[in-house]
Nanobody, 119 residues
Framework: QVQLVESGGGLVQAGGSLSLSCAAS????????MGWFRQAPGKEREFVARITWGGAGTYYSDSVKGRFTISRDNAKNTVYLQMYSLKPEDTAVYYCAADQLGTGEYTYWGQGTQVTVSS
């Protein structure tokens, strides 16, 4: 069982920056692919970013590419999402998730953290 706990959400003005963290329990964190997703009110959850188990590979949705950076520290069992040049449309609950097998299927999810970008 893996527990994921996000933190770092909050209110920020458009153009500002925010950094999210996701702390994972368990010893196998370094073997998981990790992802960030978000869900805005009235919308479906959407993919934001993904990072391979070692951190060498990163992938982003077109909507955040060039503005967000995903990274991880396996020694701290933590994955990060650094967000720059935030826009009001980035407002959502952000979730981290663990893909144990690297297949794109995320088995474990955090509870989410709210990010609100004011215009």
């Amino acid at each position: 069982q893996v527990q994921l706990v996000e933190s770092g959400g909050g209110l920020v003005q458009a153009g500002g920056s925010l950094s999210l963290s996701c702390a994972a329990s368990g010893r196998a964190f370094s073997t998981y692919y990790m992802g960030w997703f978000r869900q805005a009110p009235g919308k479906e959850r959407e993919f934001v970013a993904r990072i391979t188990w070692g951190g060498a590979g990163t992938y982003y949705s077109d909507s955040v590419k060039g503005r967000f950076t995903i990274s991880r520290d396996n020694a701290k069992n933590t994955v990060y999402l650094q967000m720059y040049s935030l826009k009001p449309e980035d407002t959502a609950v952000y979730y981290c998730a663990a893909d144990q097998l690297g297949t794109g299927e995320y088995t474990y999810w955090g509870q989410g953290t709210q990010v609100t970008v004011s215009s």
